[in-house]
């Protein structure tokens, strides 16, 4: 509205400087024009205000976008550069994992070229109660007690000495194995044995009698064995039957070869 009243003023002051008459045509006419240009001043002054609102909105939201935008560029600088750590540590878990396959498929390859030769050292004694198997990356030749002692005896007889000289000759070949000799007995009590009070004591003295034939007389060095005594308590066959007991009561020699390449690996993690 003051634009209107401004185009009045000066249209008067126009007139009156002119001292000129206008006529009511003329006059008329005029004044439709300073109206004319006054709403046109009012739609100008309304989108001034407008672009003025619009500018100002514009401004927070890029502001907002700025502000954003160094959010999200921070983000993917902080995002990449954990990418890139666990890109580092992913390679080194899969050259680590690497190292291990090997490592222990040497170890199966091993393990199963021991088990072949023990097989064909051993071929003449597994119808007398021997057997060589794998389980967990380790050979077991398994004999039953009747293959290497008289009934409730502790003394090796001829035929298992027999069977432990083959087992040696192997062995004294294989320095990379490692020898553990571990006596089991069924789970009958002990009665009359004297100085073995039970079926544990049974068990210990019985892989010590073995682990003594190995080292002593086949002279594989004593640093490679461990004799245990297992007793009663990892039977093969839960049953009572006089075929369950006999299995049951045995020698397991139990065969590893040394990981000390997979042991340094973990250690120096």
Not at 187 to 202: A, E, P, S
Not at 222 to 251: C, S, W
Request: proline share 3%; charged share 30%; with cysteine.
């Amino acid at each position: 509205m003051k634009i209107k009243y401004l185009f009045a003023l000066l249209f008067a002051a126009l007139a009156i400087q002119s001292c000129v008459v206008l006529s009511p045509k003329k006059h008329k006419a005029m004044l439709a024009q300073i109206d004319s240009l006054t709403r046109r001043s009012e739609t100008l002054e309304e989108e001034l205000s407008r672009l003025k609102g619009d500018s100002t909105r514009l401004s927070r939201e890029l502001a907002e976008l700025n502000g954003n935008y160094k959010t999200l560029n921070n983000n993917y600088t902080a995002s990449s550069s954990k990418v890139n750590q666990l890109s580092s540590d992913l390679q080194k878990r899969e050259a680590r994992l690497k190292e291990v396959e090997e490592i222990l498929r040497k170890r199966d390859e091993a393990t199963n070229a021991l088990k072949n030769k023990l097989q064909k050292a051993l071929l003449g004694f597994q119808q007398s109660g021997l057997s060589v198997d794998i389980r967990n990356g380790k050979v077991y030749v398994s004999l039953t007690d009747k293959l290497l002692f008289p009934s409730g005896s502790i003394v090796i007889d001829e035929k298992g000495k027999q069977a432990l000289t083959q087992l040696a000759a192997v062995l004294n070949k294989e320095a990379d194995i490692n020898i553990s000799v571990e006596g089991h007995t069924d789970n009958k009590r002990i009665k009359n044995l004297g100085q073995i009070k039970d079926n544990w004591d049974l068990s210990v003295l019985r892989a010590t009698s073995v682990s003594r034939f190995l080292t002593e007389e086949q002279h594989i060095d004593p640093a490679r064995i461990t004799a245990t005594g297992k007793g009663e308590f990892q039977p093969i066959d839960p049953g009572n039957t006089p075929e369950a007991l006999a299995k049951n009561r045995r020698i397991e020699i139990v065969l590893t070869p040394k990981l000390d390449e997979l042991y340094n690996l973990i250690n120096n993690k």
